[in-house]
């Protein structure tokens, strides 16, 4: 009973470590140098350099109240 636990704990823990492994080496993608949306009425634009060394979103101007 006991090596029963010890092989199930080892077999638990050789998965646990290979899931692991497998998804932390993974590399975050930018969807591409620009986006753009509408989020609660704020028009925007976010932009990213080529080579990700710079950022930037712009914000559109509310619309004028008639």
Same mark, same amino acid.
Request: glycine content about 10%; hydrophobic content about 45%; cysteine-free.
């Given at each position: ?5 010890m *092989?199930? @704990?080892? +077999?638990? @823990?050789i998965?646990? *470590?290979? !899931?692991a492994?497998g998804t932390?080496?993974? #590399?975050? #993608? !930018?969807?591409?140098?620009s986006i753009?949306? *509408?989020d609660s009425? *704020?028009a925007? @634009?976010? +932009?990213v350099a ?7 979103? @712009?914000? +559109?101007?509310p619309?004028?109240?008639?």
């Open positions: 009973m006991k090596i029963k636990k *092989v199930a @704990t080892a +077999a638990l @823990t998965a646990a *470590v290979g !899931v492994a932390a080496s993974g #590399q975050a #993608q !930018v969807a591409g140098p753009s949306g *509408v009425g *704020v925007y @634009t976010a +932009a080529p080579d990700r060394s710079n950022a930037s979103v @712009t914000r +559109a101007p619309p004028r109240a008639r």
